[in-house]
Each structure stands twice: as structure tokens, then as C-alpha cells.
């Protein structure tokens, strides 16, 4: 979090297990972004579809722009239908958040 950059983000992909961001970055408000996505491949787990909701809710009230990317070959449900059929829909929302660029 020192280095100097554009854009500060962190990849939480694939997403195995709770996140918490004050605990694992400092705080979330130094972030400018955060990506989320489940794992997809032949030997994908599946997402537990209260992680991507919680670290959502973390972005939200840190103020951090937040994309959740895929549920990877798994529905929230935990049935393995394939990563396209699986979609990006968190809760009835497609969450394509950008962060702002720094000049």
C-alpha cells in the first residue's frame, strides 16, 4: 500500500473462503478497488455466495468501488452448471464498479 500507483485493488479470485479486508489490507478505505470471482476449471470448488455478499457490503461501506466477476462453474445454489451459465448476477445485480483514475 506504500508504493506509489494509479490504482490500488486487491484480486479476491477465486474467492475459497471469508475476506476481511480491514484485517487482511489495513483499511479498506486506502483501496481504490476490489475484484471478486469464484474459481472456475475442471476441478473448480464452489463459492459460498455469503463471501462475494459480505465482501460487497465491506466495499460498500468503505466507500470502494466493487466487481464481482463470476461465480465460476458453480450457481450460489452449489450446483456446477459452468462458468458462462453460472453468471455474474450477486443478488439480482451484474456489479461492474470502476474505480476512479488518479492524475
Not at 53 to 80: S, T, Y
Amino acid at each position: 500500500m506504500k508504493i506509489p500507483a494509479a490504482v490500488r485493488f486487491v484480486s479476491v479470485e477465486p474467492m475459497l473462503g471469508f475476506v476481511n479486508l480491514a484485517e487482511a489490507i489495513g483499511a479498506a478505505s486506502t483501496l481504490d478497488w476490489v475484484i471478486c470471482g469464484g474459481e472456475s476449471g475442471p476441478k473448480a470448488r464452489p463459492m459460498n455466495p455469503d463471501w462475494p455478499k459480505d465482501l460487497r457490503d465491506q466495499c460498500i461501506g468503505a466507500g470502494v468501488p466493487f466487481m464481482f466477476k463470476q461465480w465460476g462453474e458453480w450457481q450460489n445454489d452449489g450446483v456446477r452448471v459452468g462458468k458462462k451459465r453460472a453468471g455474474r448476477h450477486l443478488q439480482d445485480v451484474i456489479w461492474d464498479q470502476y474505480p476512479k483514475i488518479k492524475k
